[in-house]
């Protein structure tokens, strides 16, 4: 069945390095709809970014990331860490149904 | 912006208890879902549904019901409450587009003793 893989659940970074989060994803489907979700302390998770086009960048707030459908990844990364980035981000995957599927998270925690 | 709202917000219950968390969208959306998320693994669905009436089983459905009253409310049942299932629980509604992303909820921390 369709699932994600975050193999990293915890990321420490200093203030100003580049983020990259790891994403990759099986599905049997063709149509592939990926996400990244960010989950804020105390604040209900919100759509951070999506895709479902083959080699195109998608970029929000200081984010981006591009679907690669030849190896299944959908990598989530920033040019330079900032303090309030610090949250639970997770990658997810919409194919053949309107069912999410969401990897197991990865908390960034960014330190000065 | 859309808007789902749950309740109670926190909930503390007992073992062999009976247990009901609420979920309502201003959206009109006609899936909503259901998830519990617990460290480590993620965000799991429960039960979802696809409009009124309509109640589908997730990921992991044991110990939990659903009910789809009306488009806007979704609810979820525990029957006979267990310590396992002390989690934070999202309600999300969703749809309406090719993407059909998902908005979810400010969760409800249920403590089951």
């Known amino acids: 069945g369709d699932s994600v893989t975050q193999k990293e659940g915890l990321v420490t970074l200093t203030e100003g390095l580049p983020v990259m989060l790891n994403c990759t994803y099986q599905t049997i489907y063709s149509n592939a709809f990926l996400f990244w979700y960010v989950h804020y302390l105390n604040e209900s998770p919100r759509l951070l970014l999506k895709s479902s086009t083959d080699n195109k960048r ?37 194919s053949n149904y309107n069912v999410l599927y969401f990897g197991s998270g990865t908390k960034l925690t960014v330190e000065p | 912006e859309a808007a789902v ?6 909930k503390v219950a007992v073992t ?34 696809y409009g009124a009436g309509s109640t589908e089983k997730g990921d992991i459905p044991d110990g939990y019901k659903a009910s789809r009253p009306s488009q806007e409310n979704f609810s979820l049942i525990l029957e006979l409450a267990t310590p396992s299932q002390t989690s934070v629980y999202f309600c999300a509604s969703g749809g309406g587009t090719d993407y059909a992303e998902q908005f979810f909820g400010p969760g409800t921390r249920l403590t089951v003793l």
């Open chain 1, 58 to 94: 998608t970029e929000h707030q200081g984010f981006h990331a591009t679907l690669h459908k030849s190896s299944s990844s959908f990598h989530l990364q920033k040019s330079s860490a900032q303090l309030s980035d610090s949250a639970l981000y997770y990658c997810a995957l919409r």
């Open chain 2, 5 to 10: 709202t749950q309740s109670p917000r926190n």
């Open chain 2, 16 to 49: 062999g208890g009976k247990v009901t968390l609420s979920c309502n969208q201003t959206n009109n959306h006609n899936n909503m879902y259901w998830y519990r998320q617990d460290t480590g693994h993620g965000l799991r669905l429960i039960h979802y549904s």
